[in-house]
């Protein structure tokens, strides 16, 4: 199964790059240049383990993924991440998972490793799909955490984050 990844250092401790990333609404317009549309289904409010969510890619392309894992850094554990998974999305997908670790870089910052998993259908095409989708996701993953690593350095955002207001 292919898998795209970036990595990226943030100047903010791992607990402020987790609330980044999860921001939503107009903040995260603010720094993600993937999605055009986001929100939450089946009246939840809040991020958190099980949670759906609609997205609407900049593409036009629409997902509704699950949130797997929901584990925001806390007392005693000063390393964060967060995994989804598609539950009904592009008809050419059929898998796709997100994942997302924040771990301290030893310096106050953090270390961000966004990575995501896919498989493509039909699958008499997916050696071309899976190329071709690495190369597409490759060129989005990368800049969507170079849109995160704006955002940690974006004081409107990081007061969102901080405030739980984002």
Known sequence: ????????????DPATAFAVS???????????????????LDGATTA????RTFTRSRHGL?????????APPAPGRDTG??????????????????????????EGGTVAT???TFSCRPAWARPVLE????WLLGRDIRRRIAGFANGCSDPEVLAAARSGSG
């Open 131 to 134: 190329r071709l989708g690495s």
């Open 81 to 106: 991440n967060v995994g989804m998974t598609m539950e009904r999305g592009p008809w050419f997908f059929e898998t796709f998972g997100g994942g997302w670790r924040f771990v301290p870089d030893g």
């Open 62 to 70: 629409s997902m509704i993924s699950r949130y797997g894992s929901y």
């Open 22 to 40: 999860q921001t939503t609404g107009p903040t995260r317009l603010r720094w993600d240049p993937f999605i055009r549309r986001q929100h939450f």
């Open 1 to 12: 199964m292919p898998q795209v990844e970036a990595r990226v250092r943030v100047a903010v």
């Open 114 to 116: 966004w990575k995501y």
């Open 48 to 51: 958190g383990r099980g949670v």
